[in-house]
């Protein structure tokens, strides 16, 4: 079959093409955070000590700069093959092998454009709007970088205790790009895409933040880090599942699981007893009938609440995706660049570099609210199997064979396994969600204008509010991400 | 004179009526239209079409290539149904000759032109889905079907887009039995198709918020323009000369022309596309059962080919609507007057009336709804 | 060039057709021309086109509601604009034709005819593009403008007097939009 062929090249593509991004990212940082200090460190001066220390602080920022460029690049050219299989198209397949090297021509060829400024532009702000729009893809993730590498010693120096208020706010910063954009170019195609996006930001800005909130509700807390920390532990911990609702039948299946395999490795240092007793256990274990328990009025509460809180941050989930959707002007929401009615939108006008770097940003953004879900929602860089059926299939000997196939690099430090590991899971849960994205475009039209306030004001800022209200509520009941 | 205590009511902010130029090389505009929007905030006030970016003086070439060369000019009037061109102008010379058409031919033209019909209704289906902003996902999958019927035409005519197939006198070329199985084979998989579309696309909740209730044509003010084909049979006018003025075979067909009753809307005028779609793939069953052997050309397809002097008017149902060509011939080897009646002209001139108050979004959702081929307008 | 069209007329009809008849009735008079293809043809006199346009229009027998298309012909000795009507009810044809002497029309001025798309939206495109293509001037039409060619294209390029007086291929001139 055609199309089989198709998905196994989309996938060798996106496999060499992350070996590639992240290799490049992984090299780097090895070079400035890790080898060359070392390297100073052999000089006893405090000039030496200094600028291993300013290396080590540089690490997160450079990493960013390698990895931005080259991850816009492998986006554009996944999507444009995955829309490819959608629609019963080929795709780019010519450029170096199988097409791998499309979008870097492309690239190159944005780059030696000419670098047009229409007659009767604002020149400044023409030339400020790209950057007002790139900029905060490059620092208001820093956060997020502490988050997904596990809290690695490098990236310490970027988490902040109020990581998410931090990206939120530089997140709603590119709407004033566009806008200039827009108002700069001396075009009216463009300055209704403006306005378009001002009007949408604000819209859509509410529900993605009140969906956010409710996380930082239920986690109790701004730190990214640490809410990706909480979530740890399987599947069944993730914020999307109630943030840790369920860590009641988490305990009890491995329980469960451990008695009837009993030749099986034993789960945890924890006995069965202290699980069941720990405070957060019982409702849920009560409600699922795995425990004997007394039917009291406290636990038919507390089982209401658990169902609602996992219900409350699915749609929590649902709330974000399509608020993100909608702030990064992606279809269904591509109102500021609706092709068939206002040509291009905000960069009609623009060409050459600075139409690259809106496409870059573009790309970043989408790669950005992936991992703020998958950071928020998805457990961060944590394993969805949890631990107990882990073990049961292999998972020790697996880490320690790969422990012992990598040491060579861990002893030179290239290597920081739970980091890789934490890198690993998050690069498949931020590209799944990116692939979702793509398959979205590949399948709906647009909204129009009037319609799409109406949705964002009528029927997403509602449902967010309730699912705030709701998860307030219901955390009282539950206990949840306390003392982890 | 003014005093101190005179205020300046008149608003500071320029709230003027914007002025845009949509096209003609705007991307959806379905090749080189150009629209004069007025606009209020983003709605449209007013419009002005500019036509004539494609203007190839099809007429003048009429009355100065002979009717031979000519009839291979005529594809291009409706590039995606060229068929239906050749076949009103040889419908107009049959009648102003007087010559006759042989029953396989009659049947051949009905099978390719009803094929030509589906084509052009898949190509609208995906450009249509394009204009609503579904950019890059299921406007592919029609073409795959347009595909294969291509495929097919290229088996017949030699060519995809400009067939030349249909003569004045009859057709070109026999079809040979591998031909007539393919089709078949093609029209028993092809309703299955029209099931996927409908199913991602007729209840897909954004496509019906942007077709629903948005230009809505009423009946009169369709009749009052001359309005045709699909656009006016979905607000409940039913013209359709296979049926009303019937030609050719289609007294022999059995088929149902679907009908609106009420006043559609862009949402009617795609979902009698499709019932249309459907429809022309049972004529083309029938016309495979009913293929009689026999001549394919009443008149000699020669250089110096003639029409005998007279005057006359015939017209088809092509996919837009009536399209009729008018001729005036005095007998020698090129017409004295050839004028088109293009439907995709006259049902462009409702555009200024349906996009008024409308916002500038729907512009292209109702202008992709009427189906008009640029082409087709400026000839 | 200027060969007459329809060379051998046939025999002139004996009577006014059905629609000649009911405009006869209504005091518009016409003279029946030769049918064309068995479609009945009437000419009928510019001042009461308009007229006989809204009788055949509105009356419930005939109901000719179907403007199809508005041709304008340069004939042998006359400019022809040729009116089809349909019927979208009944399945009535009628061709009327409005002629206007070539001798008549003064030197250097366009033929004059009615126009209609005042009360018939249908004409007005039409009209336009035959005002553009064959040069006949239809009074009273609110937007009387070249629709196909350009605005300032000289001449009218389906006459049969026509020359072409720029090269649009090989337009040297400075200053020119061609």
Known sequence: MRNGAEILKLGTLTITWWCIIFGAVWIACYLVGVALPMMLSSYDSDMARMTAETLK????????????????????????????????????????????????????????????????????????????FFAPSIFGAMPLLAAVTNYHELFQIVNLPTGIFFILAASSVPVVGIVMGGWASNNKYSLVGGLRSAAQAISYEIPLVLSLVTICLLAGSLDVVQIAKQQSGGILNWN????????????????????????????????????????????????????????????????????????????????????????????????????SELVSGYNTEYSGIKFAIFFLAEFTNLFIVASIAAVMFLGGGDCPVPAWLGNALGGPQLASVINQVLNPLIQIKLVDPPTLFAAIWVILKVYSIVFFAVLIRGTLPRFRIDQLMDFGWKRLIPLSLIVFLLVVFAREFVNVHVGS | MATDTEVDLTPRLKTDEMLINMGPQHPATHGVLRLILTLDGEIVRHTEPILGHLHRAQEWQGQNRTWFQYQALIDRVDYLSGMFTSWAMARAAEVVDGCEVPERAEYLRVMVSEMNRITSHLLWLGTYLIDLGAMFGFPFYPFREREKLLELFEEIAGQRMMFNY???????????????????????????????????VTENPIFLKRTKGVGILRKELGMDYGITGPSIRASGVN???????????????????????????????????????????????????????????????IAGLRVKAGEGFAAVESPRGTLGCYIISNGSDRAYRIKWRNPSFCNLSILPELLKNHPIADVMAIFGSIDVILPDVDR | MSETPAAKPPEEPKGPG?????????????????????????????????????????????????????????????????????????????????????????????????????????????ERETYDLVGIRYYGHPYLRRILNVWDWDGHPLRRDYKQLVDALNDKAPGSFR
């Open chain 2, 239 to 301: 013209i359709d000369l296979r049926r009303t003025k019937p030609y050719s075979v289609y007294p022999k067909l059995k088929f149902d022309v679907p009908v609106n009753d009420r006043d559609g809307d862009t949402f009617d005028r795609y979902i009698f596309r499709i019932r249309e779609m459907r429809q022309s793939n049972e004529i083309i069953k029938q016309c495979l059962d009913m293929l009689p052997q026999g001549e394919i050309s009443g008149k000699k397809q």
């Open chain 1, 240 to 339: 999307i599942l109630g943030g840790g609702a369920l860590r009641g039948l988490d305990a009890a299946l491995a329980l469960k699981f451990s008695n009837s395999a009993a030749s099986l490795q034993q789960l945890s240092a924890m006995s069965p007893e202290q699980v069941i007793k720990s405070s957060y256990v019982e409702p849920t274990m009560a409600a699922l009938g795995l425990a004997a328990g007394q039917e009291s009025m406290a636990t038919i509460i507390a089982v209401i609440a658990v169902l609602v809180l996992i219900g409350a941050t699915f749609i929590a989930y649902g709330l974000y995706m399509t608020g993100a959707c909608a702030e990064i002007n992606r279809i269904p929401f591509d109102l500021p660049e609706a092709e």
């Open chain 2, 166 to 200: 249909i003569r004045i006198g009859g057709v070109m070329r026999n079809p040979k039995d591998a031909w007539l199985s393919k089709l078949k084979k093609f029209t028993e998989e092809f309703p299955d198709r029209v099931d996927e579309y409908e199913a991602i």
């Open chain 3, 18 to 126: 059905l629609c000649g008849q009911f405009l006869k009735d209504h005091g518009i008079a016409t003279t029946r021309l030769p049918d064309s293809c068995g479609v009945e043809t009437i000419e009928i006199d510019g001042a009461h086109l308009e007229a006989a346009m809204k009788l055949l229009r509105g009356s419930s027998e005939i109901k000719l509601d179907y403007l199809v298309a508005v041709s304008g012909v340069d004939s042998a000795d006359t400019f022809d604009s040729v009116y089809q009507l349909w019927s979208y009810s009944n399945n009535n044809e009628l061709i009327i034709k409005v002629r206007v002497k070539k001798t008549d029309v003064v030197e250097g001025q366009l033929p004059l005819v009615p126009s209609l798309a005042r009360f018939w939206s249908a004409a007005n495109w039409h």
């Open chain 1, 57 to 132: 602080a540089l690490t997160p920022i450079l990493s960013v700069l390698v990895f931005i460029p080259i991850n816009a690049m492998f986006m554009v050219l996944i999507e444009r093959r995955a829309l490819a299989i959608f629609t019963v198209r080929l795709g780019p397949n010519r450029v170096g092998p199988d097409g791998y090297l499309q979008t870097a021509a492309d690239a190159v060829k944005l780059l030696f454009k000419e670098d047009i400024t229409p007659h009767g532009a604002d020149a400044f702000m023409f030339t400020l709007a790209p950057i007002v």
